[in-house]
């Protein structure tokens, strides 16, 4: 049994707020039961060097936590006067994980840069961020429309993630920070609502997995996938 | 007339939730209007290096702005690797305020580190953190009193901020960041709960002003101060 | 009685020497009794990005002090690799001081750079550091008027400052270092030549002060300033 | 057909020379085909803060490459004052694949902190680093046994990694540099020589991947490190 | 009788391969002795902003050790986040050095960055890379020349450096890092082809040094760079 | 004929004041012409990490230029974040140098930080830090015994330093800085008082330089030096 007392592959509740913020373009609040996300998504009509002149725009992400978002106050990263490799990695993670579903030619020649904001971390501060920072590129497209900036959408496709992971010998889905503590292994999903993978992450913290162990945390993570981009449609629906 | 269509004399509608988050000793949402801070209180059984062997405490403050709490996305300072002098500034403001009405003796030998994040600013981001800071500030020291760590609080008095200015040749209360942006004078008053003044902090970003202007400016942050820290006590006394 | 024997209205005895380096536009050295400030002015022909196309010029700050200056050796801010919070308060302090008395737009396209080296200090090196270098901004714009680069002085009036404090319950005028690290209240004020008030910043260091003591302390500042905006008129004037 | 010309499952050529450098209690020149790579593994008589008096050991690895490693010149990151994310990420990677086969608590109380700086690069450098960092902390362990610190072998098995992608629209193996830029998928796997799994990171840089996919990619995966650790075998063998 | 058991006027063996990596326009093995450096230079079609505009190239070096090319490990210079004092006096010995051998304006307006990276020191790490550092340079001028982007050589010389020092009261040639710790006075000379000084850095690590001693140290020098300059020209030669 | 209608072994006027600034145990202003640098040195009871427990003191220098110190400003070092590698490569020179005539042992486990600030820079700036280091040093080891901290002196000789260059095809003696920039060599020396080398630094800027050429320099060196040396004996036994 999960200390969370969920099923083996229940989600914790998901609640996306849109318009949580009135400056940006794309703002949402993402909650994974107590993990709280603060996602933005804000418009600038310049790209980056490594895109001018191709006709192409970017997307890219920053990631932070508030110092006591966490059990523990950690150094807050704008004091100590750098970004943690692990912060790094995980800004790197969302914006690759949302140029998959972005057609950057049809972005024309502007970044959309996407912020991610733990306000309350409990575990899948990553995927949540992911979920809800595609909510908030969504609104801000929509407003490129609504401008008339762009005619036609450039998203291709819903991107969404969740973490899976084998704790006490069951694969088990979307982590809680108690969960992740005590996991072997960890393996961080991102995939479009059409199901193709874009990223897999998986780390064993202690015992190697085996094959076995790896196809029954895809089907784990496959399946969870699903229902939150079902949750994204409804919140971008209504 | 002011944009706001408040009266010279008027405060924003002022809202503090306490147990904002839930890691946090002191968490709290302030709202002065538009603008939202988080504020929260950490305690840490140690103290900075000047304290040590001194049998007194510490507080300090840092403060910080979501990248797209502001009209235009401002680059985060932990990618940029520094925080600016503005935000040195302000979080030594908010430390030296609130250690005006701490006993650092009865504090005991440890640390109330102070974190104040603006998730969406509309002008008075330093007041707001200010006046929600000591809400945090004294739910950390409840909850000391109360694991009996402490046996009697440390708190000699309450503390709040709020800021004035010379809107269009007339002094008014509690700036935004319409009335900020077109504003000569601007002044910060920090004061205690029972009328004391801890800082003030009066630039004139236009033209000089008169001493008679900066004793109406003082009267107006009097005033409003003393409705901020009714406040306060209301919200406490919850 | 004041540790430095002075009357509670008296400065330290102020002098300012110009033209003390050779290479900058404007180079004074200014001592306030035991505190001495190399101050000077160098004129770039560009701006910074914010005022490129504006057809206005910048004035900016910068402040540092020499290691040894202080009766303890400071860490050398160029090896620790950044400015303190103090550093940057300071410098942006004197930067908006001078700006109080610039028309920026008669100034034209270019930059005044005024950096302030504190090579001796015994508090009171941020007022010094004011009210010096506006000798050094007007020796600089006395060169660009005799070069031809101006018609006509952009400076609109004089600028100094001066600090007051509350020592053992009596208000006092330009404190040095052994009053100020007993003093309650420590307030600088920044007046212009005519009276007006640019910058107002008190702190409790202790005790919080009253409203009457707040108008005693502006008293001995109005009549202090005025005494060294006539030091400056007569050092220019020689 | 590859641009390689080697098969679908072919690995390039890969050579391990070990006692590359004098100094190190453990050092490999590793070669996967053009790509080069130095591991050295550096035995210190300390721990981290995180495990002093745990009574256990640590296993950290740093990466670098070499500044004209590459076909253009990249800035080397000593000069920039900062290890990009992708450096960070890589080093993190390494370390954790290493301690994946270590037992920390027969290691004791020291540390082995291993370097693999790429002194030239045609693709797979970070699977190239830990299939020869952990012949060089082999290496390191030995000798520890040798001189009597170790009693035992902390090593619970092999580890070796390797990289597969999808290749237009072909499952292959040890992408070289051109293959990788033109590849849609990329995924590195990190193994024991028993076979477990121990990360797993695939990213779809182009079309995402689909389930078959992944399947056929990880066995490709399995199959080159099983080669890997054969070669591993007799290279410590011999 | 030196440690090295060699004459006080021997070399160690030098020994110089080039086309070391395949990326570079110059790559470049360069061993005194156990001292073993990657010398590498890259042709950039730019020039740093002091010589835009100028007809003139510019060539410059960056210097870095591996952090086990030691017997104790150094902390690597990017995770720390700066280069060291020595780091930086050594590349900017290197680039002066070759600049004394270079015609810049026959270069062009381009630059030629040269990189040397120790793997294994055992002393004379400068010497050997401003030795190696011209071979280097020198292969990627010709390859500028069989390009066509160069009618002529910019090399006016060749260019070489060695370490001298007093080792027990006698001067010797070329210390080993055994020979340089236990040595009162160390040199190192910088000499073109044909016989001129460029660089002289002599330091008394302890007793200062007669003049003499210094006409001695400057004799075997001499003879030294003698000796490495035909070793460079049979190299380059074949 | 020179610029500065000097002599060719003609030294620059040289003075030197003790007592310069009231905090340091030794501070000195020195004048090498118009170049002026504040030379303070600060006891501090403590060693840095590599001379703790040895019964050895320490001596350490850092050097600064005030940003308007020269004819163009540069950039504050403490604003740019780091010291430049010309910085560097100077402090660690004036600390060798002092070093070589102090007998760290009869020191005592206490460092002096000697801080050499230029005001004014004309020139020939290392070498007037050197030289007016050691008074200040003297100063300060004098207060010392003075102080009865120290029973004899640990200064075991003087030292001093001077340029020499090469200036149309002339050895002349302490280049200023017109000479300097229109000179082919340029040669810093340093020299204890009984005539022993402690640094030689010979750079060809030019053309190289023969060995002819540089026992003329030699010779002019130590010529200038003996006079530094018999002023730093005056001033300090007046």
Known sequence: MRPSLRLANELRRVRITRHYTKHAEGSVLIEFGDTKVICTASVEERVPPHKRGSGEGWVTAEYGMLPRSTGERMQREAAKGKQSGRTQEIQRLI?????????????????????????????????????????????????????????????????????????????????????????????????????????????????????????????LAQAGIAQLVEIQGDVLGG
Chains 1, 2, 3, 4, 5, 6 share one sequence.
């Open 95 to 219: 914006g690759r994980s949302l140029r998959a579903v972005v057609d950057l030619q049809k972005l024309g020649e502007r970044t959309i840069q996407v912020d991610c904001d733990v306000i309350q971390a409990d575990g899948g501060t990553r995927t949540a961020s992911i979920t809800g920072a595609y909510v908030a590129l969504h609104d801000a497209v929509t407003k490129l429309i609504r401008d008339q900036k762009l005619t036609e959408s450039p998203l291709k496709d819903f991107i969404a993630a969740i973490s899976v992971g084998i704790y006490q010998g069951i694969p088990v889905l979307d982590l809680d920070y108690v969960e992740d503590s005590d996991c072997d292994t960890d393996m961080n999903v991102v995939m479009t609502g059409s199901g193709g993978f874009v990223e897999v992450q998986g780390t064993a913290e202690g015992a190697p997995y085996s094959r076995a162990e790896m196809n029954a945390l895809l089907d």
